[in-house]
T-cell receptor
Framework: DADVTQTPRNRITKTGKRIMLECSQT?????MYWYRQDPGLGLRLIYY???????NKGEISDGYSVSRQAQAKFSLSLESAIPNQTALYFC????????????????FGEGSRLTVL | AQSVTQPDIHITVSEGASLELRCNYS??????LFWYVQSPGQGLQLLLK??????LVQGIKGFEAEFKRSQSSFNPRKPSVHWSDAAEYFC????????????FGKGTKLSVKP
């Protein structure tokens, strides 16, 4: 089983609909992230969370919200989806401590492809 | 501020040829440098990372990279490319401070000719 699991893997929806992408992890990491990938733009950070009570906006948070339901679960919501939110979304986790040998590497899920018509 | 720039959007190499991927890094006192690989339809997998210690790093898929502080470079190399290396490659730098977020480049897409 994957350490970082995203659902759904693919979703097609219509403009104005509410969409939730879910992420769960079994790595025991405190930090979780949502990134968006668009062709030619790389990965851009939407939101990140260092623990259940800590939520932070990333580079492109407008139009998105998140919920950290538990240490292992981090959901991304689009309250009213629009076509330019069509993208590949990745959840990631990392270990919080920058100890010797731990570089803050991100561990990614397999992605959720969202199409907004 | 930390930043990364990948100068090559798309590279095509012949199978069996050598390969070097490039990234221009800007980092603070301590570099946290990463390369990730994304095969078609897949998530991102760590290819290489450098934090400290030995500057020559061995990664997955037969890649290695040498951290050169004077050049701010950490470029993966592979002496003989295989068709399965066709993928998109992303460099990333760890942000300073306690956040630990990564800043990603825009990616280099590698195509492999038979």
């Amino acid at each position: 089983d994957a350490d970082v699991t995203q659902t759904p893997r693919n979703r097609i929806t219509k403009t104005g609909k509410r969409i939730m992408l879910e992420c769960s992890q079994t790595k025991g990491h405190d930090r979780m992230y949502w990134y968006r990938q668009d062709p030619g733009l790389g990965l851009r950070l939407i939101y990140y969370s260092f623990d259940v009570k800590d939520i932070n906006k990333g580079e492109i948070s407008d139009g998105y919200s998140v919920s950290r339901q538990a240490q292992a679960k981090f959901s991304l919501s689009l309250e009213s989806a629009i076509p330019n939110q069509t993208a590949l979304y990745f959840c990631a986790t990392s270990d919080p401590e920058r100890r010797q040998g731990n570089t803050g590497e991100l561990f990614f899920g397999e992605g959720s492809r969202l199409t907004v018509l | 501020a930390q930043s990364v720039t990948q100068p090559d959007i798309h590279i095509t190499v012949s199978e069996g040829a050598s390969l070097e991927l490039r990234c221009n890094y800007s980092y603070g006192a301590t570099p946290y440098l990463f390369w990730y690989v994304q095969s078609p339809g897949q998530g991102l997998q760590l290819l290489l990372k450098y934090f400290s210690g030995d500057t020559l790093v061995q990664g997955i898929k037969g890649f290695e990279a040498e951290f050169k502080r004077s050049q701010s470079s950490f470029n993966p190399r592979k002496p003989s490319v295989h068709w399965s290396d066709a993928a998109e490659y992303f460099c990333a730098v760890g942000a300073s401070g306690s956040q630990g977020n990564l800043i990603f480049g825009k990616g280099t897409k590698l195509s492999v000719k038979p």
